[in-house]
């Protein structure tokens, strides 16, 4: 796993050994942030369900503002950490916040500091439904700046994400995952 473009190109990170944790393959990475575009650019960027950092670390490598990393696992934070160590010579001044608590905690936590987002990137574990309650909040407590994307990637055995605070204007498969960028109603 590396960063895949940006001022940290070519940095490999680190992850866990085993089934906990399920990195954006490169491919997708590379996909969602073309996607994305210059929107990354400048941008206040959360990643959810943030497993290595590898996609908040990529948006900051490609000039994100700020990012915020939210994830329940200890160990998953210590080697999110060490990912942001890693690559801060090489990021310009990364400015960036570890939420490490689960998705609603952090959600509170973020609200609380008065921080919104242009992009949200969400990436809970597969066939969980973590993605519907946490959708639900980041919509009604209003994290979303205007013309705000979140993308979720999810498992593509899934059901497609039925929210009524969010429409889908576009998807796309790679590999086993499935990936839907939404926009608020």
């Known amino acids: 796993m590396r960063v895949v473009s940006g001022f940290a190109r070519g940095h490999k990170l680190c992850s866990l050994e085993g089934d906990s944790m399920r990195p954006t393959s490169d491919r997708a990475k590379e996909a969602i942030f073309s996607a994305l575009g210059s929107k990354v650019l400048g941008s206040y960027f959360l990643d959810m369900f943030s497993g290595?950092?590898?996609?908040?670390?990529?948006?900051?490598?490609?000039?994100a503002e700020?990012?915020?990393?939210?994830?329940?696992s200890s160990l998953h934070a210590d080697i999110i950490k060490k990912n942001l160590a890693h690559v801060s010579k090489a990021i310009p001044g990364p400015n960036y916040k570890i939420f490490n608590e689960d998705a609603?905690?952090?959600?509170?936590?973020i609200k609380a500091s008065s921080l919104s987002f242009d992009i949200i990137f969400m990436d809970p574990p597969y066939k969980s439904d973590l993605w519907e309650p946490a959708l639900k909040q980041i919509y009604e407590m209003g994290l979303l700046n205007d013309n705000?994307?979140?993308?979720?990637?999810?498992?593509?055995?899934?059901?497609?994400?039925?929210?009524?605070?969010?429409?889908?204007i576009k998807s796309k498969s790679y590999g086993q995952?499935?990936?839907y960028y939404m926009e608020s109603n």
């Open 66 to 72: 700020f990012v915020a990393f939210s994830e329940l």
């Open 177 to 179: 995952a499935a990936v």
């Open 104 to 109: 609603v905690s952090a959600l509170n936590a």
């Open 148 to 168: 705000a994307v979140v993308v979720l990637e999810v498992s593509k055995d899934e059901k497609e994400p039925d929210s009524p605070y969010f429409n889908i």
């Open 52 to 63: 290595s950092g590898a996609i908040g670390i990529e948006a900051l490598s490609r000039g």
